[in-house]
Nanobody, 126 residues
């Protein structure tokens, strides 16, 4: 397994949670890394992405101002800090590797990611 997301759990609405994505050295530091989520009965949804150097991020509108993607390349880890959570954030969260930096502007398409980690469940209770 090259990628592994963890840190999910049960949290009350309005609360915060930080997810981590541990990556093998080969997988992580040279690549832009994204976060996705899939709620029950829904398609997988793009959440946000961070550049390989960490100097650039972009997010889906529904999480802007609430979620922050960051990374620590020394630890080969990417983070998703989530705050002001609501029940619509309930989903399995995945990290994924962008196939090539040229696809940055297509980061919302699952097909441009070539490696996906095991997800972690986030449940937000009302």
């Amino acid at each position: 397994v090259q990628l592994q997301a963890f840190g999910g759990g049960l949290v009350q609405a309005g609360g915060s949670l930080r997810l981590s994505c541990a990556a093998s050295l080969r997988t992580s530091t040279a690549y832009d890394m994204g976060w996705w989520r899939q709620a029950p009965g829904k398609e997988r949804e793009f959440v946000g992405i961070i550049s390989s150097s960490g100097d650039r991020t972009t997010y889906v509108d529904s999480v802007k101002g609430r979620f922050t993607v960051s990374r620590d390349n020394a630890k080969n880890t990417v983070y998703l800090q989530m705050s002001s959570l609501n029940t619509e954030d309930t989903a399995i969260y995945y990290c994924a590797r962008l196939r090539d930096g040229r696809y940055w502007y297509r980061a919302g398409r699952a097909s441009v990611y070539d490696e996906w980690g095991r997800g972690t469940q986030v449940t937000v209770s009302s």
